[in-house]
């Protein structure tokens, strides 16, 4: 799974143009005004908004964001920041005694049991989160047609908002949690991320999940390469399937595979792996194509790391992450025997989290590979060591902590 988030685009941002955009109303000096409205998350435009300036109270932007009424800002950007920074600490305020954090008391469930399932407390997480979202997305700024804030001490993001938005160029709204996402994309971008495996880093775009949990990607640099890859001239064709940033792509190019092909679907995601390639000096030994999930022909070694958790997304920001009722998997799957060469072997990167949430259990992840025709040779596994796994705060910690993240080794039975 592409784990860490660098923010993903909106259906309206892949190409479609300014006018499939989705728009926003207010009312403003007596009159309607309207404009174009973006989110990185999918969000859909508030339906009720209000304007304000630096002189609304924090309290005040609470309570009109805990209902649903956004509010589009004209005072100083930095103020702007100060309200977000203040919805946060009050949203996330924490709990005293029995009574909720005003985050869980946004959201009701059904209580099943005194003790509620791993999954019970997983899907209420999400929710709170969403709400979460939902609530801090309530803040909004204007954008002027070149991307200029007409703000007070706004900063110039103009390079950042091009490379997650491209060049289309007419005034717009967004929220500025929408725009902190975007401002960190580009540091993302800018400064890159040290992968040990590789020797080098890795710069992922907006809307491209970056390789920050690094055991999955130190799993493909120890695991045996495959005899039928091994016997091949130069050591054969190898396929990475939904490449991301193009890094385990990359990684099997250093380990001496003379030809990857980098299947991705996404063209955020296949113009990020063009240009790390290209970055790293790899582009003789890695081909990166567009596919919906398998590209054409066969390889003796086939890599896959599908989302994790087999639960639908709520946003277009969560679909490198959840994997509704496990499609990628399944398709990984299913699709690995066709395009195995004999002998070849297929890797699937894949944690174990979604079985300690009681998501997916292990018997059911078996009946899924002996259904495709599919036998395992062997399991490589390792820990996660991210910040997360540590954090006894998180309402998934039990699950994080038994964590197990492994590499799969199949071929075809």
Excluded at 47 to 63: E, F, L, T, W
Excluded at 254 to 267: F, L, Q, S, T
Excluded at 291 to 298: S, V
Excluded at 329 to 358: C, I, K, M, T, Y
């Amino acid at each position: 799974m592409r784990h860490a988030l660098v923010v993903p685009p909106s259906g309206a941002d892949k190409g479609l143009g300014v006018t499939e955009l989705p728009t926003v109303s207010w009312r403003e000096e007596g009159e309607v005004r309207t404009a174009p409205w973006r989110s990185g998350s999918g969000l859909p435009p508030p339906k009720r908004v209000v304007i304000a300036d630096d002189r609304m109270k924090a309290d005040v932007a609470y309570h009109l964001a805990c209902e649903g009424t956004a509010i589009l800002w004209r005072g100083d950007f930095q103020n702007a920041r100060q309200r977000l920074t203040a919805l946060v600490r009050r949203i996330d305020a924490p709990r005293t005694g029995n009574k909720p954090s005003v985050a869980e008391a946004n959201v009701s469930m059904p209580i099943a049991s005194p003790l509620p399932l791993p999954a019970d407390v997983f899907h209420r997480h999400r929710l709170i989160q969403s709400q979460r979202a939902r609530t801090l997305g309530m803040l909004l700024l204007p954008f002027d047609a070149d991307f200029r804030i007409p703000l007070r001490r706004a900063p110039d993001v103009q390079q950042a908002c091009a490379e997650a938005y491209g060049t289309d160029a007419l005034p717009f709204i967004a929220s500025l949690r929408e725009l902190l996402g975007i401002i960190g994309a580009h540091e993302w971008r800018t400064k890159g991320i040290e992968v040990s495996a590789l020797g080098a880093r890795i710069h992922p775009h907006y809307g491209v999940f970056a390789p920050i949990r690094s055991e999955y990607v130190d799993l493909v640099a120890t695991a045996p390469l495959p005899p039928a890859l091994l016997g091949t001239p130069s050591h054969g064709v190898a396929f990475d399937v939904g490449t991301g940033t193009g890094v385990l792509s990359a990684l099997l190019a250093k380990r001496g595979i003379a030809h990857v092909v980098a299947a991705e679907r996404d063209p955020r995601a296949l113009a990020c792996a063009r240009d790390n390639i290209a970055a790293l000096k790899l582009d003789a030994q890695v081909e990166v194509r567009q596919a919906d999930l398998y590209p054409d022909g066969c390889a003796a070694l086939v890599v896959c790391n599908p989302p994790w958790i087999p639960a639908r997304p709520v946003s277009s920001l969560e679909h490198a992450v959840y994997d509704p009722e496990s499609s990628m998997l399944r398709g990984f799957l299913n699709g690995l025997v066709a395009h195995l060469e004999p002998g070849g072997e297929g890797w699937l990167l894949l944690s174990d989290l979604a079985e300690h949430l009681g998501l997916r259990t292990r018997p059911e992840l078996l009946a899924l590979i002996d259904a495709a025709g599919l036998i395992v040779l062997d399991r490589i596994e390792t820990r996660p060591h991210h910040p997360r796994a540590a954090d006894v705060s998180d309402p998934l910690y039990a699950a994080r902590q038994a964590e197990v993240t492994s590499l799969w080794r199949l071929r075809a039975r």
